[in-house]
């Protein structure tokens, strides 16, 4: 056994809690892809439409719709009508 | 394997990897180092510092004090003004001086009742404390070497430095699901 399991082990524990307190603790792993996508998409053009969503995300759109449902619902994210364009739903990042 | 050196390859090979994960994503977006605007605003090795600190306490300082020498000597390759072996040590020893002030309060992450490292919200305590005092020590610096006092570096260490560890600790959690699957 390692010399520093139990600092691995707090190590652990604190990305635990810090998954879980952020509300990622149920999302599978193509659901976190899709969210890392989104969120690197707002980090470079400042908005990330639910359109752009499906193409940077390179997933079906029932997909990402689905996963986007999802991440309304834990309160990871919020939908908001574009101001330019009232047809264009934006993505806006809770966390 | 000797708890210290298992201690030192774990906390060199993560600041490695931050430092490399800076170089590759940060610097090219943030263009080139002039005096202005010194201080990179997303520096991600600061992690690298705080973390094996919080976890493994002083036993970590050798190897990031290492890890950072061989990078900037190494792995470094922009402007000289940016970095120097002063500069250097100044944040090694303001991560030093946050855990011993920890310590000395009674609040040491590792062994303290009051904070855990197991609570991230106390884990940022700690990296903002570092961050305040790296910035305050390398602008102090730099005000010396280039004679102009400029309360902007500080600010540009501190918020960086802040950005930076905030960025890596999201993405090892963003990553974290993928670990728990290496252990089944």
Known sequence: MSKVTKELSNLNKMLSNMHNDLGLSGLNPTEQYIFLKIIDEIETNSTCSMLKAVEVADKSRSTVYKTIRKLVNIGVLSIENSSSDKRSFLLKPLI | ?184
């Not at chain 2, 493994?56 to 890890?67: D, E, K, N, T, Y």
């Not at chain 2, 944040?91 to 855990?116: E, H, M």
């Not at chain 2, 305050?136 to 802040?162: C, H, K, P, Q």
């Open chain 2, 1 to 184: 394997m000797n708890k210290f050196i298992e201690i030192s390859i774990y906390t060199f090979i993560f600041h490695i990897l931050c430092y490399v994960l800076w170089l590759v994503l940060i610097v090219p977006a943030e263009g080139p180092t002039n005096i202005e605007e010194l201080g990179s605003l997303v520096y991600l090795p600061h992690a690298g510092r705080v973390l094996p600190v919080i976890f493994f306490g002083w036993q970590a300082i050798p190897a990031v004090l290492v890890a950072e020498f061989l990078e900037w000597e190494f792995l470094w390759s922009g402007g000289d003004i940016f970095r120097g072996t002063i500069a250097t040590t100044i944040s090694t020893l303001a991560v030093l001086s946050t855990w011993f002030i920890f310590f000395l309060l009674g609040l040491d992450l590792n062994q303290s009742d009051v904070l855990k490292n197991t609570n991230w919200k106390h884990v940022f305590l700690f990296i903002f404390v570092a961050s305040l005092l790296n910035g305050l020590g390398n602008g102090a610096w730099y005000a010396s070497i280039f004679d102009e006092t400029d309360a902007l570096i500080s600010v540009r260490f501190m918020v960086g430095d802040v950005v930076g560890a905030t960025i890596m600790l999201v993405m090892l959690v963003l990553f974290y699901p993928m670990f728990k699957n290496f252990q089944k």
